[in-house]
């Protein structure tokens, strides 16, 4: 989880030490240095360059050149099984409302038509952080605040940290094998993708991890991309880590998403559901796909079924999802209420598990039975 840029003034507010403080919306010149928690500055009239040292009181400086940043000072450190002291970055879009000059963020999926990037990295050895470029994707244009879809790419991880949630299998993206990840930090639901050794550059699509996480029934082409960020996550030591150029444009043109109708809700009309499951030792994820094939819209809908002695829900995207006993019920959120006929909608969750896996066996959607697919 990144916090929140905080747009403070310049005077008296100063961290003790800083070197220079660069308030938010400042343009770098060469070696511009940036010690305030959350101050940003500007580089080629496009990106944004944030401090972002959220997860520690230790100060952190960067220094800015106008291709990137270089970790300067970074005193915090952080437990490995805990959260990272900070996310140093350069990003296009919007970010806590600070958004990047010109930029067409946020954009709807349906209308991207194409969204290159290019990243370089420098390491450093010693330390504990990974290299992390991160896509945020909400339901709505928002602009502030917490999005509810996070897509990270660790290009690099060092030391014993680990990515958000368990292990649910592989992807081919980029032209690479990613080791897929998904869960939520509480505020926003995360699918990262791993690399299995150190990248230092990637020329890459950002709309194949955006697709892939659709496909994946995280999102859908309705959502809004609000931006794109490449930095570090420290979590003891660090100072040296570069970013030495980043690059990214995103394409409008695409296909505009046409709202569903809002006709009254079927009566007794039918229902499919997939139920795609992945276990492991103590703990699974699943998968939930509901299909409407009845003749009018599904305008809010509620899923029940039960799940087999052993396993309970934790945690949950795209759905609140509530369990007692051994029954579950999952309702709609407000963006993904209506389901036109033959179409779908998506959620998931991860629980624990005690025992051997099974699936649930039948599923109720609003009063009516569904088959399995």
Partial sequence: MKRPLRALAAAGLLAAGSIVAVALGGTAS?????????????????????????????????????????????????????????????????????????????????????????????????????????????????????????????????????????????????????????????????????????????????????????????????????????????????????VTSFSAAVNGGGNPTTPPPTTPPPGGSGCAVKYTPNSWNNGFTADVQITNRGSSTVNGWTLTYSLPAGQQVTSAWNATVSQSGSTVTARNLSWNGSIAPGGTASFGYQGTLSGSYSSPTSFTLNGVACSRT
Wanted: proline share 6%; hydrophobic share 30%; charged share 10%.
């Fill in 30 to 242: 060469a070696d511009t240095q940036i010690c305030e928690q959350y101050g940003s500055t500007t580089i080629q009239g496009r990106y944004v360059v944030q401090n972002n040292r959220w997860g520690t009181s230790a100060q952190q400086c960067i220094n800015v050149t106008d291709t990137g940043f270089e970790i300067t000072t970074q005193n915090g450190s952080n437990p490995t099984n805990g959260a990272p002291t900070a996310y140093p970055s350069v990003y296009l879009g919007c970010h806590y409302t600070n958004c990047s000059p010109g930029t067409n963020l946020p954009i709807q999926v349906s209308q991207i038509s194409s969204a290159p990037s290019s990243i370089s990295y420098r390491y450093v050895s010693g330390a504990t952080y990974n290299a992390s470029y991160d896509i945020w994707l909400d339901p709505t244009p928002k602009r502030d605040g917490v999005n509810q879809m996070e897509i990270m790419i660790w290009l690099n991880r060092q030391g014993s940290i680990q990515p958000i949630g368990s292990p649910v299998g592989n992807a081919t993206l980029a032209g690479r094998t990613w080791e897929v990840w998904r869960g939520s930090n509480g505020s926003n639901n995360v699918i990262s993708y791993v690399a299995p050794s150190a990248i230092s550059s990637l020329n890459f699509s950002v709309l194949d991890f955006i697709n892939d996480v659709r496909n994946r029934g995280a999102i859908t082409n309705s959502w809004y991309l609000t931006s794109i960020q490449a930095g570090f996550e420290p979590w003891q030591g660090g100072v040296g880590l570069a």
